[in-house]
């Protein structure tokens, strides 16, 4: 589907910010609906910049998925922090995520002086408030008052779907008059080899513990599809650091690696609506996110 002919309505880009493990991700696919953006307990699991479609009769809503701004230590660091930071350049509105459960500190300071810089609205966004009691969300609050002066608050979680509507609610009054960026049918900008690519990333992730997880790269090889059975065919080649750790993902007698693909295969079944086979290969590459040519094949930060 096109966009159709020019129709003004309220519409804008709204970056979703915040230190890595705030609930960004989560709280993006709870209010769009759907799976456009992978999750985990892993912090700095977003490496990439998405942008997802909130169309509602009167307005358009952008969600500017990022990654967590932090501290870089390694050249893939400094490539997600980058696409972050480009991120606050080319929106309307920030929303600035604070994790209710976890204390406001140095890291949300560090993240609310670049929000700053930007001088654009921000909306104080409160996460997980289903997991924090009343007292605990009020307290962080009062912290969060101290490092940023926002437009608009809201306090909500998206693992439950409390408050999500006051988020869109927050956000419309501060976006300007314009046409509708994208397609009312459209969810997300995110290529379909790209999410794939992720749903592999995400089950390694969800599985695996301890240095493997932030050394792990997933690439897309192929795609294959058989239009009689309806059927795809995807060859996938998940990247390490260490023999270790190609050890570890592989599991004994692969069985670590099946699950990854067990899980994975699920998710793209309903990704691309058909049956799927997932082939999956583990290599590795030696201090690969220190490499910013492997970086940028893998299409993290502004590789794409």
Known sequence: MSVSAYE?????????VGRPNAGK???????????VAITSDTPQTTRHRLRAVIDREDA????????GLHKAVDALGEQVNRSSL???????VVALCIDSTAPVGSG????????????RPVVLVLTKADAASQSRVESQLA????????????????????????????VVPLLPRGP????????????VEVMLAELVREKVLRATRDEVPHAVGVQLDDIEYDARRDFHTIFATIYVERESQKGIIIGRGGEMIRTVGTRARADMERLMGTGVHLD????VKKDWRRDASQIKRFGYGEGL
Do not use: C, Y
């Open 8 to 16: 003004e309505v309220t519409s804008g880009f709204v970056a979703v």
């Open 25 to 35: 991700s989560t709280l993006v696919n709870a209010i769009v609906g759907a799976k």
């Open 60 to 67: 358009q809503v952008v969600l500017v998925d990022t990654p």
């Open 86 to 92: 480009l991120a606050l350049a080319d929106v309307d």
């Open 108 to 119: 949300d300071r560090w993240v609310a002086e670049r929000v700053a810089r930007g001088n």
């Open 143 to 170: 912290r969060a008052r101290e490092i940023v002066t926002p437009a608009a608050e809201v306090v909500l979680s998206a693992r439950t779907g409390f408050n999500l509507e006051a988020l869109l609610e927050a």
């Open 180 to 191: 509708r960026f994208f397609p009312r049918d459209m969810k997300t900008d995110q290529p």
């Open 280 to 283: 999956l290969r583990v290599k």
